[in-house]
């Protein structure tokens, strides 16, 4: 990411990260573009923002084709349920067929290619919660260039919780894998770890800037960092960072350019002749980067294991709330990622309860005293139980 842009594209970015209409964002992004200087160091910088651009012009124009009738594909879902996963994936991988299996989903299987033309929603269940799966249009090479559909069904991808990358195992399923990554990598889409994560949410005016670091900087200090969100006018937001963070990597979480999603591997078609060869390929090539299940739409066998690899590598916890006059708690629990405190719990259930917390009690088999008073930065594990007092 370029460092030191000028102060006049700074604030340019500024008015872009607040225009809510496509139409206004797209001239902001125009000339942002104009007010950069053209060098190496900003060449993957002025790249992605154009292909920002290039989803907001197909989003205008599909705008405009539903005022004159002519409806497009609709690429928003609205999130449901403890998170929302997109469904990835070549043509022909079984994909409608995975959907259909694992959801309450309705949608149309067939062999020919290319069947599925925009993103079908389905609930997964899993134990008491519930995954929202998004069956996306097939990828294919080029998608990232806007072939087909494939810059909206990769913003799809980017706005979504994880992924699911779908392979076939008739087929060279270390070929469809590569050409998925590809795809995601060229729209700065990670599903491997990264070094840093740094997280931007916007916050209502007069918030105030609140930085927290629960990993360490590495050339920079937290002075460094505050000035640099307040250089590109983030003034009110909550800004967290994990891992080993540098200036470039806040300064990339800005322009919202590269993100991170935890995605599983799901290889169909485990019944067929060669697919424990073609399973073992696609192990060797993804070496433990990312967990890899083998199942078959056709006779449901690794279908069972989706719900809990999902929820392991999405890093959730459930939290259960009690209210204090209650004996038992709620049976329908609150889904945070792992490593969340009591505030957050709090935050989430009302901004009242976070305002006037305080304290909470929480019933856990870890803790040695069960209830435990305990404070607002008291982190929580999956299955706890918390019964949360106000001022």
């Given amino acids: 990411m370029p460092a030191n842009l000028p102060a006049e594209a700074k604030r340019k970015w500024a008015e872009v990260s607040a225009a809510r209409n496509p139409v206004e964002r797209l001239r902001l992004m125009e000339e942002f573009l104009s007010l950069v200087p053209k060098h190496k160091g900003t060449a993957k ?161 007069g918030a105030g800037l609140r930085i927290i670091v629960f990993g360490k900087l590495l050339d920079c200090a937290f002075k460094d960092v505050e000035e640099l969100l307040k250089s590109y006018k983030v003034t009110d937001a909550v800004v967290k960072i994990y891992g080993e963070a540098t200036l470039d990597d806040v300064e990339d979480a800005i322009f919202e350019s590269t993100t991170y999603k935890p995605a599983i591997v799901v290889a169909n078609k485990s019944d067929a002749e060669n697919a424990e060869a073609n399973l073992k390929l696609l192990e060797g090539f993804v070496d433990g980067q990312l967990p890899v299940i083998a199942v078959s739409c056709k006779t449901g066998q690794g279908l069972e294991k989706i719900g809990a690899a999902l929820f392991q590598t999405l890093d959730l916890i459930r939290v259960y709330t009690k209210e204090p006059s209650e004996r038992k708690p709620s049976p329908k629990p609150f889904v945070l990622k792992r490593g969340s405190t009591v505030h957050d719990l709090a935050r989430n259930i009302h901004s009242d309860f976070s305002e006037n917390f305080a304290y909470a009690k929480v019933w856990a088999k870890r803790l040695v005293f069960s209830p435990q008073k305990v404070g607002a930065t008291f982190v929580l594990e999956d299955g706890d139980v918390v019964e949360i007092h106000t001022k």
Wanted: hydrophobic share 40%; aromatic share 4%; proline share 5%.
């Fill in 45 to 205: 910088l002025c790249a992605q923002v154009k292909k920002q651009m290039a989803v907001l012009r197909r989003e205008i124009e599909e705008k405009k084709h539903k005022k004159a009738g002519r409806s497009g594909p609709k690429f928003f879902i609205e999130k449901e349920g403890a998170a929302q996963v997109v469904i990835l994936g070549l043509t022909n991988v079984g994909k409608s067929s995975f959907l259909v299996a694992l959801t309450n989903a309705k949608v149309e299987i067939s062999p020919a290619p290319y069947t599925t033309r925009e993103p079908v929603p389905g609930m997964l269940n899993y134990e008491d919660i519930q995954f929202q799966l998004v069956e996306a249009p097939a990828l294919m090479d080029g998608a990232a260039e806007g072939k087909a559909w494939g810059l909206q069904t990769l913003a799809l991808a980017r706005n979504a919780d994880g992924l699911i990358l779908m392979v076939d195992l008739t087929q060279n399923p270390v070929e469809q894998l590569s050409t998925i990554l590809g795809e995601l990598e060229k729209t700065r889409i990670l599903v491997s770890k990264p070094r840093a994560r740094v997280e931007i949410e916007r916050k209502y005016m």
